[in-house]
């Protein structure tokens, strides 16, 4: 490892942690080298980060330097960062999310039964979306598949455990029929 390399690491790294623009007589003093002899070697790293085709660059003034993402590699960064369009959750999703997460291990057959219409398009979406996952096949005949709730079902309603869903009770609802029998809501 030569000089250069080692200079180079310390600037890089304290351009690194401290994020923001830095006076060049500041790093000068910081590193132990004078100001001319500071500016030579951010020429010199900012060459070496070009041909490398690095994703990082300097970018230097007249009396700071930066650390910062090279602009070349920006559609990329966008891509990654930007998240993409997140469309509403259907009233049937919902209403599947829900199941999920108050009964977990849910199977098909489970969430159809409370609902009383099929689920196959619900379940894929938040399969699709993360939202949900194949946590293991049920010890019945047919050995049906369970769902489970993710952590980004957590995020997504802004909790940090199952343990912070409203309680069920909350959203029952009881009446009576014509026969007497309570009906649940």
Do not use: W
């Not at 909350?170 to 009446?175: A, E, G, I, K, Y």
């Amino acid at each position: 490892m030569n000089i250069d390399d080692v200079l180079f690491g310390e600037i890089e790294c304290l351009l690194f942690v401290l994020g923001a623009p830095v006076a060049i007589k500041e790093l000068a003093k910081a590193v132990g080298i004078g100001e001319y002899e500071m500016r030579d070697t951010l020429l010199r790293m900012n060459d070496r980060f070009a041909e490398a085709e690095r994703g990082l660059m300097l970018y230097v003034t007249d009396e700071s330097v930066q650390l910062v993402t090279n602009p070349s590699h920006i559609r990329l960064t966008e891509r990654f960062i930007s998240p993409p369009k997140e469309k509403a959750l259907s009233q049937s999703m919902m209403e599947t999310l829900a199941i999920v997460a108050y009964k977990q291990p849910a199977s098909r057959g489970d969430i159809e039964a409370i609902r009383g219409v099929r689920c196959e398009y619900a379940v894929s979406q938040l399969l699709k979306l993360g939202l949900i996952y194949e946590c293991g096949k049920r010890e019945t005949v047919g050995r049906p598949s369970e769902f489970a709730t993710t952590d980004a079902f957590l995020r997504l309603f802004g909790l940090h455990s199952l343990e912070e869903l409203p309680e069920h009770s909350r959203f029952m609802q009881t009446d009576a029929d014509e026969s007497g029998e309570e009906k649940v809501f």
